[in-house]
C-alpha cells in the first residue's frame, strides 16, 4: 500500500511561486499514475496535473504554462512546480496515486491529506 505525505503549502501573494512536494510510502509507487487534485471552498476537487510512471504528463488548461509535474522515482517523491500564482488557485492541494495490479493484488488509490494554498490579490 502507498501513504501519501505532501508538504510545501503556504500563504503567497499573486504572482508567487510555490513548490508542493509529495512522499509515497510503498513498493509500487514508481508505477502508479501520479496526480495533483484541488478542492477550493464550496467547489469540487478538480484534476490539476498527472504524471504516468514514465512521464507522460497532462495538465488542466487554468495551469498550461504555469505549474510543473515531476517525480523521482528514486525518492518516491512527486513534485508541483507551481509559478505565476493566481487568487483563484487557492484551495488545498491532494496528492493522488491510482490504483494498479501488481500481479493479482489490487493496490486500491491512494489520497493524501491535502496542503492548503492560499493566494492573495
Known amino acids: 500500500q502507498v501513504q501519501l505525505v505532501e508538504s510545501g503549502g503556504g500563504l503567497v501573494q499573486a504572482g508567487g511561486s510555490l513548490r508542493l512536494s509529495c512522499l509515497g510510502y510503498?513498493?509500487?509507487?514508481?508505477?502508479?499514475?501520479m496526480s495533483w487534485y484541488r478542492q477550493a471552498p464550496g467547489k469540487q476537487r478538480e484534476l490539476v496535473a498527472s504524471?504516468?510512471?514514465?512521464?507522460?504528463?497532462n495538465y488542466a488548461d487554468s495551469v498550461k504554462g504555469r505549474f510543473t509535474i515531476s517525480r523521482d522515482n528514486d525518492k518516491n517523491m512527486l513534485y508541483l512546480e507551481m509559478t505565476n500564482l493566481e487568487p483563484e488557485d487557492t484551495g488545498v492541494y491532494y496528492c493522488?496515486?491510482?490504483?494498479?495490479?501488481?500481479?493479482?493484488?489490487?493496490?486500491?488509490?491512494?489520497w493524501g491529506q491535502g496542503t492548503q494554498v492560499t493566494v492573495s490579490s
Open positions: 493522488h496515486g491510482d490504483s494498479r495490479y501488481l500481479g493479482d493484488t489490487l493496490y486500491p488509490e491512494r
Open positions: 504524471i504516468s510512471g514514465g512521464g507522460t504528463t
Open positions: 510503498g513498493r509500487i509507487f514508481s508505477v502508479r499514475t
